[in-house]
């Protein structure tokens, strides 16, 4: 907290004097912002909100979250609940209970390589916020366009674009952020700096480059650390107290971009490092004696180091009139290096390297292209159509000893066409009939549809159904992960089949504008419903010495529910409500009864509400959010399905961000406010076993303070 203190200390004589130099005129005005079709460059880049309905967090919202990663943003988010690990440092996403496999996160429209595959099952801490421009949410199955695996939605990050018309911009940030009461100057709480540099080169020409480090220490919680060691009467007692709850990593994003105009044609370049670093400290401690016959304790611990290239170009312009096209081309290589060593606890030093090798390693290459507007002369018709193509080679394995000759290099390959025509009937209804048809290296052929109506009313009602395939292709990983050793025998399947159903989206979108234009009012519902077929999952087969444990496609699920959202703009409040009703049903492919499992129904609420006070240039904001208790179904650790259940929680967070000069801005607040940390979490039966047990599930680091200053400096 001195850190902290210190720096609210220097800051403070600079906010007296910002708030006292405030314009004292209110010029805040409403914008409503209409659900429209996005043209021009933004289009290449953006998710068509004519055919989806499209959430946006906006660079704003980022900033009024001091969010530094794509987990710090979305853990409000109505239908989507951020799932971190605290073991592996991993923090995946689920939405409408289907978890990050069926979640596609682009980049500028482009898949992001993950550990296991492209695009899917993100860890969604490794992807940087501070060259981002908005997110944008995409709700339902929307694969026609985006591909196999887009079942629950799309995340669409968008990089910044512009100088703003100056020659020169230069903007950095630094971060200081307890972990719950836990914070120093290097070896608790997080740490986050970041650096930006643009130039506008000639009159079309832009270029940019940046860094940004995330030091996060790790939670401490009721550990105490890597080098602790409980002795007692001259021998070790192993009381699993060593480590942290929290493993502690860090990260490392460098990137460079530039845009280029020629004419009708745009084109932009980005190339992006990765690097993190994970350390793993292990709770058992070895009991050793020396030469004397003193302790001399070890621990087995663990570093695992990821380096990831993303080069990404896209073409765009116009061609034939008003016909427009759109390519993409990208290059992404990610290895994973694991090392193993000997940690002396008394001594503080690694004593031994055991392993030092690559147990992950992926080469992607892709390529997207798309011609819209053919019927450029039409009022009626248009036709967009495009390609898609993915080849992935590499590997993702942990083996030893003899095992390790069975790992191998794979690959997997996708070849995709596609068409969605846009027809017209009249001013108020059009329809949207789509279909790609996707070959898989792996499976062959698969054909995935879509059908959608809008139908705009005279008083700002628009209704909007989307009908579709819900189509999953199994991932990398699922298809040739490798895990073997003397007491492991987990392999991945060749032989699995895509998973395939029915979605259906229903929305309703309302808006009112107050008399005298005091602001608006809006309203959305939404219904929707999956019914899905041949789910992959992780069986066991016990017949051997060592169980073996592999995916097949052996489940069925239905997903049913409701969202109704209303939000309220007036001239200095935003004031937002939401919730979800979703029910889950999951049996077996060869189960006697399709109704054998009943739905298990779950409850979730937000709110948000922000202020702005423009004579001092600040806006106030609280967020909350209510997860309501949750029933699924998972996999026990021996080949049985069980029921888990998880306690309901409350999230809330709140901000203040102060421009203190145009140029100098501090963003202050409070994550967590509530403390929650863990989260109460049971079986509530065990298959055939008939036991049920209890533990709990980490969701959170404790209620946590940040500080945030933003410095933003422009010439020509």
């Not at 969605?420 to 209804?429: A, I, P, Q, T, Y």
């Not at 929305?507 to 929707?528: I, Q, T, Y």
């Not at 949750?630 to 421009?659: H, K, Y």
């Amino acid at each position: 907290m001195l850190r902290i203190s210190l720096l609210v200390f220097l800051l403070f004589p600079l906010l007296i004097l910002a708030q006292e130099n405030g314009t004292s005129a209110d010029t805040t005005r409403i914008t409503e912002l209409d659900e429209v079709v996005l043209t021009g460059e933004s289009k290449v880049l953006s998710v068509s909100k004519k055919l989806f309905r499209v959430e946006t967090i906006t660079n704003k919202d980022i900033k009024q979250l001091a969010g530094n990663n794509l987990a710090d943003v979305l853990n409000q988010n109505l239908n989507i609940t951020v799932m971190p690990n605290p073991s592996t440092g991993r923090s995946t996403i689920s939405m409408f209970g289907l978890d990050g496999q069926y979640v596609k996160i682009l980049m500028d429209g482009i898949p992001i390589a993950s550990d296991n595959g492209m695009g899917n099952n993100i860890d969604i801490t490794q992807i940087n916020l501070e060259e981002v421009e908005r997110i944008e949410i995409v709700e339902g199955a929307v694969g026609v366009l985006y591909g196999d695996n887009a079942l629950a939605g799309v995340i669409n990050i968008v990089s910044k674009n512009g100088l703003d018309g100056n020659k020169w911009t230069i903007s950095t940030s630094l971060q200081e952020e307890t972990l719950g009461n836990e914070y120093a100057w290097t070896n608790e709480g997080r740490h986050i700096q970041n650096l930006k540099i643009s130039h506008q080169l000639f009159d079309a020409t832009q270029i940019a480059a940046g860094f940004s480090r995330n030091d996060f220490a790790g939670f401490f919680n009721e550990y105490k650390g890597r080098d602790y060691v409980n002795i007692q009467d001259g021998t070790v007692v192993n009381d699993g107290l060593r480590g942290l709850e929290w493993n502690p990593k860090e990260q490392i994003t460098a990137f460079f971009d530039a845009r280029q105009k020629v004419g009708k044609h745009t084109f932009y370049f980005k190339s992006q490092y990765y690097n993190e670093e994970l350390d793993i400290y292990n709770h058992l401690v070895n009991g050793r004696l020396n030469g004397n016959g003193e302790p001399n304790p070890t621990a087995n611990d663990q570093l695992f180091t990821t380096h990831r290239w993303v080069n990404n170009l896209n073409v765009a312009g116009d061609f034939l009139g008003s016909t427009t096209y759109n390519l993409s081309l990208s290059y992404q290589n990610q290895k994973r290096y694991v090392e193993e060593y000997t940690y002396n606890i008394l001594q503080r030093g690694i004593e031994a390297f055991n392993l030092d090798q690559l147990n992950q390693s992926s080469k992607i290459y892709y390529s997207k292209a798309t011609v819209n507007n053919i019927f450029s002369k039409s009022e009626r018709f248009n036709l967009l159509t495009g390609y898609e193509l993915i080849f992935q080679k590499g590997f993702d394995a942990t083996a030893s000893g003899n095992y390790s000759t069975n790992t191998s290099e794979n690959t997997l390959e996708n070849y995709d066409l596609f068409a969605h025509l846009d027809v017209n009937l009249s001013e108020r209804l059009s329809i949207y009939p789509g279909m790609r048809l996707t070959n898989n290296s792996q499976f062959g052929n698969q054909f995935i549809w879509s059908f959608s109506s809008n139908y705009d009313f005279e008083n700002d009602l628009k209704l909007k159904a989307i009908f579709g395939s819900a189509f999953r292709a199994p991932s990398f990983e699922e298809f040739f992960f490798y895990f073997v050793d003397s007491n492991h025998n987990v392999q991945g399947n060749r032989d699995l089949q895509p998973e395939d159903g029915i979605s259906v989206f229903l929305n309703a979108d309302k808006k009112w504008s107050l008399a005298n234009d005091e602001g608006v009012f809006s309203s959305a519902f939404r219904g929707f419903h999956y019914n899905l077929k041949d789910k992959i999952t992780l069986v066991g087969d016990d017949s051997g010495d060592t169980p073996l444990f592999t995916y097949q496609n052996v489940e069925k699920q239905k997903i049913l529910g409701v969202t109704l959202s209303n939000r309220l703009q007036l001239k200095r409040w935003n004031i937002g409500l939401g919730s979800t009703y979703l029910g889950e049903s999951t049996t077996l492919n060869d189960s006697d009864s399709e109704d054998n499992s009943e739905y298990v129904w779950s409850f979730a609420l937000n709110s948000n509400l922000s202020h702005t006070i423009p004579k001092w240039g600040t806006t106030f904001s609280a967020i909350l959010k209510y997860t309501g208790r949750r029933q699924t179904i998972v996999n026990d650790g021996s080949g049985e399905d069980t029921l888990d259940r998880t306690d309901s929680f409350t999230w809330l967070d709140t901000t203040a961000l102060i421009e203190l000069t145009p140029q100098l801005d501090l963003t202050f607040g409070v994550r967590n406010v509530l403390d929650v940390v863990t989260v109460n979490a049971g079986n509530v039966s065990s298959g055939v076993h008939g036991s049920s047990g209890t533990g709990t599930q980490l969701f959170g680091n404790g209620r946590s303070y940040f500080l945030k200053l933003s410095y933003l400096l422009t010439f020509n």
